[in-house]
Protein backbone atom coordinates (compact mmCIF):
# COMPACT_ATOMS: atom_id res chain seq x y z
CA UNK A 1 0.00 0.00 0.00
CA UNK A 2 1.33 3.42 -0.97
CA UNK A 3 1.72 5.80 1.67
CA UNK A 4 1.27 9.64 2.34
CA UNK A 5 3.26 11.41 -0.73
CA UNK A 6 4.55 14.87 -0.51
CA UNK A 7 6.36 17.18 -2.68
CA UNK A 8 8.51 19.05 -2.75
CA UNK A 9 11.16 17.60 -0.05
CA UNK A 10 13.06 21.01 0.36
CA UNK A 11 12.27 24.15 -0.70
CA UNK A 12 14.07 27.19 0.08
CA UNK A 13 12.48 31.15 -0.54
CA UNK A 14 13.18 34.14 0.36
CA UNK A 15 11.30 36.10 2.60
CA UNK A 16 7.87 37.55 0.66
CA UNK A 17 7.98 35.01 -1.75
CA UNK A 18 5.16 32.24 -2.08
CA UNK A 19 5.54 28.50 -2.12
CA UNK A 20 3.31 25.92 -2.52
CA UNK A 21 3.40 21.98 -0.71
CA UNK A 22 1.54 18.99 -2.22
CA UNK A 23 -0.07 16.19 -0.41
CA UNK A 24 -1.73 12.85 -1.83
CA UNK A 25 -3.25 10.95 0.85
CA UNK A 26 -3.19 7.08 1.58
CA UNK A 27 -5.95 5.66 -1.09
CA UNK A 28 -9.45 5.45 0.77
CA UNK A 29 -8.41 7.89 3.29
CA UNK A 30 -11.44 10.88 3.78
CA UNK A 31 -9.61 12.43 6.32
CA UNK A 32 -6.57 14.61 5.46
CA UNK A 33 -4.19 17.13 7.80
CA UNK A 34 -1.54 19.89 7.04
CA UNK A 35 0.82 20.21 10.70
CA UNK A 36 3.55 22.49 11.11
CA UNK A 37 6.38 21.63 12.83
CA UNK A 38 9.00 23.80 14.05
CA UNK A 39 12.41 22.26 15.50
CA UNK A 40 12.31 21.05 19.12
CA UNK A 41 8.01 21.22 19.12
CA UNK A 42 4.90 18.47 18.82
CA UNK A 43 3.45 19.24 15.18
CA UNK A 44 1.12 22.27 15.11
CA UNK A 45 -2.31 21.33 13.16
CA UNK A 46 -2.88 24.21 10.69
CA UNK A 47 -6.12 22.38 8.76
CA UNK A 48 -7.88 19.56 8.83
CA UNK A 49 -9.91 18.08 5.67
CA UNK A 50 -12.80 15.23 6.03
CA UNK A 51 -12.91 15.05 2.06
CA UNK A 52 -13.16 18.45 0.64
CA UNK A 53 -15.05 20.06 3.63
CA UNK A 54 -12.76 21.81 6.13
CA UNK A 55 -13.02 20.42 9.41
CA UNK A 56 -10.38 22.81 11.29
CA UNK A 57 -8.82 25.93 10.74
CA UNK A 58 -8.66 27.24 13.54
CA UNK A 59 -4.97 27.48 13.82
CA UNK A 60 -4.36 28.27 9.76
CA UNK A 61 -2.63 32.16 9.78
CA UNK A 62 -5.50 32.77 7.10
CA UNK A 63 -3.78 36.35 6.53
CA UNK A 64 -0.61 34.63 4.47
CA UNK A 65 -1.85 30.62 4.44
CA UNK A 66 -4.16 28.84 2.23
CA UNK A 67 -5.66 25.42 1.83
CA UNK A 68 -7.59 23.32 -0.73
CA UNK A 69 -8.64 19.85 -1.51
CA UNK A 70 -11.28 20.32 -4.31
CA UNK A 71 -11.69 16.66 -5.07
CA UNK A 72 -11.13 14.97 -1.73
CA UNK A 73 -8.47 13.29 -2.72
CA UNK A 74 -4.99 15.56 -2.92
CA UNK A 75 -4.44 18.53 -1.31
CA UNK A 76 -2.54 22.14 -1.45
CA UNK A 77 -0.84 24.41 1.07
CA UNK A 78 0.25 27.44 0.15
CA UNK A 79 1.60 30.25 1.67
CA UNK A 80 2.06 34.07 0.72
CA UNK A 81 3.99 35.69 1.49
CA UNK A 82 6.43 34.03 3.54
CA UNK A 83 7.64 35.28 6.70
CA UNK A 84 10.94 34.13 8.52
CA UNK A 85 8.56 32.43 11.04
CA UNK A 86 7.07 30.29 8.46
CA UNK A 87 10.69 28.05 8.15
CA UNK A 88 9.63 24.93 9.33
CA UNK A 89 8.77 21.42 8.37
CA UNK A 90 5.06 20.95 6.51
CA UNK A 91 3.39 17.68 7.31
CA UNK A 92 0.77 15.97 5.67
CA UNK A 93 -1.11 12.52 7.41
CA UNK A 94 -4.05 11.24 6.69
CA UNK A 95 -6.49 8.61 8.55
CA UNK A 96 -9.24 6.54 7.61
CA UNK A 97 -11.73 7.89 9.72
CA UNK A 98 -12.65 11.08 11.66
CA UNK A 99 -11.96 11.98 15.29
CA UNK A 100 -9.02 9.36 15.70
CA UNK A 101 -5.13 9.60 16.60
CA UNK A 102 -3.85 6.96 14.50
CA UNK A 103 -2.55 8.96 11.55
CA UNK A 104 -0.23 8.44 8.58
CA UNK A 105 2.03 10.87 8.26
CA UNK A 106 4.02 11.75 4.75
CA UNK A 107 8.10 12.86 4.73
CA UNK A 108 6.84 16.10 4.98
CA UNK A 109 8.39 18.95 3.28
CA UNK A 110 11.12 21.14 5.13
CA UNK A 111 11.27 24.80 4.64
CA UNK A 112 13.69 27.32 4.79
CA UNK A 113 12.84 30.99 4.19
CA UNK A 114 15.78 33.43 3.73
CA UNK B 1 -5.73 25.58 27.37
CA UNK B 2 -5.89 21.78 26.91
CA UNK B 3 -1.48 21.02 27.64
CA UNK B 4 0.02 17.59 26.96
CA UNK B 5 3.64 17.71 28.65
CA UNK B 6 6.84 15.78 27.98
CA UNK B 7 9.97 15.77 29.44
CA UNK B 8 12.20 16.91 26.70
CA UNK B 9 15.51 15.47 27.53
CA UNK B 10 17.35 14.32 26.34
CA UNK B 11 17.05 10.57 28.05
CA UNK B 12 19.97 8.79 28.17
CA UNK B 13 19.69 4.95 28.79
CA UNK B 14 21.75 2.17 28.51
CA UNK B 15 21.67 -0.82 25.68
CA UNK B 16 19.48 -3.79 27.15
CA UNK B 17 18.00 -1.53 29.83
CA UNK B 18 14.12 -0.64 30.09
CA UNK B 19 13.50 3.25 28.83
CA UNK B 20 10.76 4.59 30.77
CA UNK B 21 8.91 7.72 29.12
CA UNK B 22 6.52 9.95 30.54
CA UNK B 23 3.39 12.14 29.68
CA UNK B 24 1.02 14.33 31.15
CA UNK B 25 -2.54 15.93 30.25
CA UNK B 26 -4.53 18.05 31.39
CA UNK B 27 -7.84 17.75 30.02
CA UNK B 28 -9.49 15.20 32.03
CA UNK B 29 -12.20 14.40 29.75
CA UNK B 30 -9.49 12.87 27.02
CA UNK B 31 -9.94 9.82 25.74
CA UNK B 32 -7.70 8.55 23.80
CA UNK B 33 -3.51 8.29 24.02
CA UNK B 34 -0.78 8.08 21.39
CA UNK B 35 2.95 7.68 21.19
CA UNK B 36 4.59 8.13 17.83
CA UNK B 37 8.36 7.69 17.45
CA UNK B 38 10.24 10.44 14.99
CA UNK B 39 13.54 9.98 14.17
CA UNK B 40 16.10 12.47 13.35
CA UNK B 41 15.13 14.37 9.98
CA UNK B 42 12.11 11.88 9.46
CA UNK B 43 8.48 11.98 10.01
CA UNK B 44 6.36 11.02 13.22
CA UNK B 45 4.99 7.11 12.96
CA UNK B 46 2.65 5.71 15.52
CA UNK B 47 3.84 2.85 17.47
CA UNK B 48 1.14 2.78 20.12
CA UNK B 49 -2.17 3.74 20.81
CA UNK B 50 -4.36 3.03 24.19
CA UNK B 51 -7.53 3.93 25.30
CA UNK B 52 -8.67 2.52 28.46
CA UNK B 53 -6.92 2.26 31.81
CA UNK B 54 -4.02 -0.13 32.70
CA UNK B 55 -1.09 -1.85 30.20
CA UNK B 56 -0.94 -2.08 26.85
CA UNK B 57 2.09 -4.63 25.55
CA UNK B 58 3.28 -4.46 22.01
CA UNK B 59 6.16 -6.66 21.69
CA UNK B 60 8.94 -4.69 23.66
CA UNK B 61 6.95 -1.87 23.89
CA UNK B 62 4.12 -1.03 26.84
CA UNK B 63 1.65 1.82 27.57
CA UNK B 64 0.28 2.66 30.36
CA UNK B 65 -2.24 4.44 31.19
CA UNK B 66 -3.53 6.43 34.70
CA UNK B 67 -6.63 8.26 33.86
CA UNK B 68 -6.73 9.06 37.79
CA UNK B 69 -3.36 10.89 37.53
CA UNK B 70 -3.50 11.97 34.08
CA UNK B 71 -0.47 10.65 33.24
CA UNK B 72 0.48 8.07 30.03
CA UNK B 73 3.94 6.50 30.24
CA UNK B 74 5.64 4.09 27.21
CA UNK B 75 8.65 1.47 28.47
CA UNK B 76 10.65 -0.12 25.94
CA UNK B 77 12.28 -3.12 27.52
CA UNK B 78 15.89 -4.46 25.90
CA UNK B 79 16.60 -0.90 24.41
CA UNK B 80 18.28 -0.90 21.19
CA UNK B 81 20.89 1.52 19.60
CA UNK B 82 17.51 1.60 16.94
CA UNK B 83 15.18 2.87 19.59
CA UNK B 84 17.29 6.39 19.70
CA UNK B 85 14.57 8.78 18.21
CA UNK B 86 11.95 11.65 19.87
CA UNK B 87 8.78 9.90 21.23
CA UNK B 88 5.90 11.93 20.98
CA UNK B 89 2.83 11.47 22.89
CA UNK B 90 -0.55 12.89 21.65
CA UNK B 91 -3.79 13.25 23.75
CA UNK B 92 -6.95 12.94 21.98
CA UNK B 93 -9.37 15.49 23.41
CA UNK B 94 -13.11 17.04 22.00
CA UNK B 95 -12.10 15.79 19.13
CA UNK B 96 -8.31 17.22 18.88
CA UNK B 97 -5.10 16.16 18.54
CA UNK B 98 -3.20 17.76 21.31
CA UNK B 99 0.66 17.10 20.48
CA UNK B 100 3.20 17.11 23.37
CA UNK B 101 6.72 18.59 22.35
CA UNK B 102 8.71 15.19 22.44
CA UNK B 103 10.92 13.66 24.51
CA UNK B 104 14.54 12.74 22.82
CA UNK B 105 15.65 9.26 24.04
CA UNK B 106 19.34 8.44 23.26
CA UNK B 107 20.42 4.10 23.81
CA UNK B 108 23.61 4.32 24.98
CA UNK B 109 25.69 0.83 23.24
Known amino acids: EAGVAQSPRYKIIEKRQSVAFWCNPI?????LYWYQQILGQGPKLLIQ????????DSQLPKDRFSAERLKGVDSTLKIQPAKLEDSAVYLC????????????FGEGSRLTVL | QKEVEQNSGPLSVPEGAIASLNCTYS??????FFWYRQYSGKSPELIMS??SNGDKEDGRFTAQLNKASQYVSLLIRDSQPSDSATYLC?????????WGAGTKLIIKP
Open chain 2, 90 to 98: AVSSNYQLI
Open chain 2, 27 to 32: DRGSQS
Open chain 1, 93 to 104: ASSQILNTGELF
Open chain 2, 50 to 51: IY
Open chain 1, 49 to 56: FQNNGVVD
Open chain 1, 27 to 31: SGHAT
